[in-house]
């Protein structure tokens, strides 16, 4: 969208800039401001801005301002970026005609945090391929060579441990790849879920507790079905033979240290044998795993993806199963009118 008229000489001013509608979504932004969030200027058009703050309530001071208060600035808050680092910065807002009018000032460096989990793995993939090649290529030489069936077995179960590791990092390596951010209809992506798993074999009975009303969230829709359907599949692989997906909107929740006026909640709850006692302080870290197969990574990168999206996974152990908790910030200016009764019925 070109800006108006009045804009025009902000597009080349080095401090941010941009435009926001009364919903608090960005109609137009500066290059400035698109380089400080590490994202061009087109995706970010029609996007939410308040939940990449944190401090004060963004949303609540530009909502005085909306209401004719007089302009505000916020000192020394952090901002997030789209790809995970933090700015101080110094903000302000004032009315103008098509909104508000948003002004950044960065006062330092990115503030130091520690490395992001995949980040970390994704290098020790990256190392991890090449010696694994090598190891294939002597066991292949070693099995064609051997005489011993016994020697054979196990040069054939040295390639097949190889290729796994080699599935393992690739898996880490495409889970870092830019996100694509739009508007996520959560129910359709837990749709997409639910057609994959009931189309494998051991497939469970999935039982629906949605609310109709749910409003869209901000995200990238891939990574959220891929996340959901780590869940469904950890469950299943477990012994789970039913899931239970609710979906709610909750009010006020502290989400990465802020309160989020709504957020939107699906749980994934299965009936199998749940999380080992010892394995739950330690659920969500790298390379933790209850199955003698498991890799430890499912779970690990579905939380990391859940912060990116600015929530959280939670566990809760059950009497019998588990329930697994995505909590993501609903996406700004879409109002919800809570249902009365709930819609069990929906059909992937």
Known sequence: MPPSPPLEPCARLLTGIAVLDPQLCVTWLNDALAEALQVGIRPLQGQPIATLFEGPSFAGQAERVLRGEPPVCMRDIIMHTLHGQMHRVDVSLQAIAEGLLLEIHVLAEPVHQQTPLSATLRGFAHEVKNPLAGLRGAAQLLQRRVADAELETLASMVIHEADRLVNLADRL????????????????????????????????????????????????????????????????????????????????????????????????????PGVPEALRDTLFHPLVSGRADGTGLGLALARETAIEHGGDLRHTALPQGAMFSLFLPARSGQAHAPSDSPDTDRKP
């Open 173 to 272: 390596l495409r889970h870092g790849g830019r996100p694509h951010v739009g508007v996520v209809d959560l129910h359709a992506v837990l749709d997409r879920v639910a057609a994959i798993v009931q189309s494998e074999p051991r497939a469970p009975q999935i039982v629906y507790d949605c609310d109709p009303s749910l409003p869209a969230c901000t995200g990238d829709a891939d990574r959220l079905q891929q996340l959901l359907l780590n869940l469904a599949r950890n469950a299943v692989e477990a012994g789970a033979r039913t899931l239970t997906v609710r979906t709610r909107v909750e009010y006020a929740l502290r989400l990465n240290d802020r309160i989020e006026r709504t957020a939107l909640r699906i749980d994934v709850i299965d009936d199998g």
